[in-house]
Structures are given as structure tokens and as C-alpha cells.
């Protein structure tokens, strides 16, 4: 699922100025307003299922190129793109996305941009034993000349999904740069990609997307006949910015990006097998080298800034991820 698209600059016409409330006035807006309408965010909803389908039906990438951004964006078309090649019929596997039962989790905030998250009920479970899983969407905007787009997108079983702190009967927004977390939102993407290279800090609980994955990448590392080498980076910018709600119990779910690098090299005489879905993807010719550029979604559990120098005090609940891009060499 994909397409990558910064976030759009908007000039401040108004001067920066403090309201009796403590709130800045950011891109001429005074108060804190919720960031849509339930309609509005229902209407979101169904726009992005139905261009989600057409897209998945036909292999066709610019069926929901408008309605997907940031990371989940750019997994979503590289996966179509590449699909568009393989099965240039379409799908003959496709099945409708249905996104039910949705609990629609809004903030109130000033200034662009706006966003939002569906809670919802999938058809797609991972497996029996999974079965209820959630789909948690992540809607965002930035002008009222803009469609909504997604995201994000964590699939989380239902005692997964964390109970999310209530103000004036509206969610509430952490800000990129909180300190009252064991780890601000704005340095999350730093520090996981940091865990992963040399599985420091300490802060991250033991799962599959954190001590599981480093021990993969590590027996993957030199097996015979090909040695693969991991590059991790931070995925922050315009609509790949992290996006953070706080909890009731005093932390926040963050959904955050980061970017990673996976170069298998082949013994002399040998080369490294190409997925198609990779290879559709692929620039420059394949002699013994194959480079491949990763985007990972991610969804956090992160605790109190009193709990930081906790062993689980950030727990990834979820991740996605996929191929944007492959070169050869």
C-alpha cells in the first residue's frame, strides 16, 4: 500500500499570540476545535474503502493514490505498482476490504494539520486465533482544500487497543515534542531505529517487532553463500510525522515511521533470488548484489516519563511494512 507526499506548507498570516486559555494562534485559528465531524469522519471512512477496493481489484495504484499518504501510503502503491506488473489483469483474488463497527477517536487541536482515528472491525483477521482484530486508521489532512487521507494503519487485537484519555469528550493530542512520556513522539522513530542497529536503548519490551526481529536479522545476517547487511533510518518528515494519543493510564499509542535498508550480496558466481514482486520494482541489473528499501508503520504503547528507565517502557503493538523500491548491482 503507498505513496509518500510531504505535508503541505501553509504561510501563518497571523502573528503568534496567546489566548486566555493558553492556546496559540497557529495559521490564523484562535481556539482548540475537534479535527472533524463524526459525518465527516464516517464519509472519510467509506471514501478511503471504496478507493482501497478499486485499487486492490484492479492493481491500479492511481484508483487510491488520493486517498493514502504517509507511510502507509507508500507501502499501499509500491505494493499496487508492483502488483500492476506481476498481475497487469488485476486481482483475480480480490476480496472487498469491509471496515465495520467504527469508533471514530477525534482531538480537538488549533492549526493544520488536522487528523483523526478510525477504531474498526476488519474482515481481514490474521488467522483463526486472531479473529477481532481492529483496523485503527489514521485520517489526516492539511487544508480544507485537501481530501482526508490514511496514514497510518495498525492492526491490533482488542486488549491491545489502549483505553484513550477523554477531555470535554474529545481524544487528546500529545504534542511531537512531550516530555511527559519515557520517550517524546518526535524521538521515537530515532530511537527504535537506533534499537534496531545495536539493540540499544533499553526501553523497548521484548515482542516481535523488537528482540524477535533483531534475532532474525542477526541468523540472516551470514548464512551460506549470502551475507545480508540492515541500515535503519528515521521516517519523520511532513505526513510520515508521528501522530500520538494520550492514554488514561498517563502514557500515549504513538504511530510512527521509520525506513530500512536490506542489501544481500552473493558469493562470487552466485546471485541473490529476486521475488517478482521485488523485481517489478527493481532498478539497475542484478549481478551478485540486491538492495531493498523498506517502509515500516508502527504503533507504540509508551508509558510515563516516570517509567523511562523501565525494560518495557515502550511496547510496539503493531507493525506493517513493505518494499517501496529495489536496486540492482
Known amino acids: ?13 497571523a502573528v503568534l499570540a496567546l489566548t486566555a486559555s493558553g492556546c496559540v494562534t497557529v495559521h490564523g485559528e484562535l481556539e482548540l ?16 474503502t471504496t478507493a482501497y477496493n478499486a485499487a486492490d481489484k484492479a492493481y491500479d495504484p492511481a484508483l487510491d493514490a ?18 500492476s506488473v506481476t498481475s497487469p489483469g488485476g486481482n483475480p483474488r480480490h476480496q472487498p476490504l469491509e471496515l465495520t463497527d467504527a ?9 493544520w494539520p488536522r487528523w483523526f482515528v478510525a477504531d474498526t472491525d476488519s474482515n481481514r483477521d490474521r488467522g483463526a486465533r486472531r479473529s477481532g482484530d481492529r483496523w485503527l486508521v489514521v485520517f489526516v489532512r492539511n487544508g ?25 469528550g474529545f481524544a487528546v493530542p500529545v504534542a511531537a515534542g512531550d516530555t511527559r512520556l519515557a520517550v517524546s513522539p518526535e524521538d521515537l522513530g530515532g530511537q527504535y531505529a537506533s534499537y534496531m542497529k545495536t539493540g540499544e536503548p533499553k526501553m523497548f519490551a521484548p515482542g516481535a517487532h523488537t528482540t524477535l526481529w533483531r534475532q532474525s536479522r542477526e541468523r540472516n545476517a551470514n548464512r551460506v553463500g549470502l551475507a545480508t547487511q540492515y541500515v535503519d533510518q528515521t521516517m519523520d518528515d511532513g505526513d510520515n510525522a508521528p501522530l500520538a494519543l494520550a492514554t488514561e493510564d498517563g502514557g500515549a499509542l504513538v504511530f510512527f515511521a521509520h525506513r530500512f535498508f536490506e542489501r544481500q550480496t552473493a558469493a562470487q558466481g552466485y546471485r541473490p533470488k529476486v521475488d517478482p514482486d521485488v523485481k517489478a520494482l527493481m532498478t539497475g541489473e542484478v ?6 528499501e523498506w517502509v515500516s508503520n ?3 504503547l509508551v508509558k510515563p516519563a516516570a517509567q523511562a528507565a523501565s525494560k518495557d517502557a515502550v511496547t510496539i503493538a503493531g507493525r506493517l511494512q513493505g518494499v517501496t523500491s529495489a536496486k540492482g548491482s
Open 1 to 13: 500500500m503507498r505513496r509518500r507526499r510531504p505535508a503541505t506548507a501553509i504561510a501563518a498570516t
Open 33 to 48: 476545535v475537534p479535527a472533524v465531524t463524526r459525518t465527516e469522519a464516517e464519509q472519510a471512512l467509506k471514501d478511503f
Open 66 to 83: 488520493g486517498r493514502v499518504t504517509g507511510p502507509l501510503g507508500a507501502i499501499n502503491q509500491a505494493g499496487l505498482k508492483a502488483r
Open 103 to 111: 469508533k471514530f477517536v477525534i482531538p480537538k487541536k488549533a492549526g
Open 144 to 168: 480544507t482544500e485537501q481530501l482526508w487521507e490514511a496514514a497510518h494503519l495498525a492492526i491490533l487485537s482488542p486488549d491491545e487497543v489502549p483505553v484513550f484519555k477523554q477531555q470535554d
Open 287 to 292: 549481478t551478485n548484489t540486491v538492495t531493498k
Open 298 to 300: 508502527q504503533a507504540a
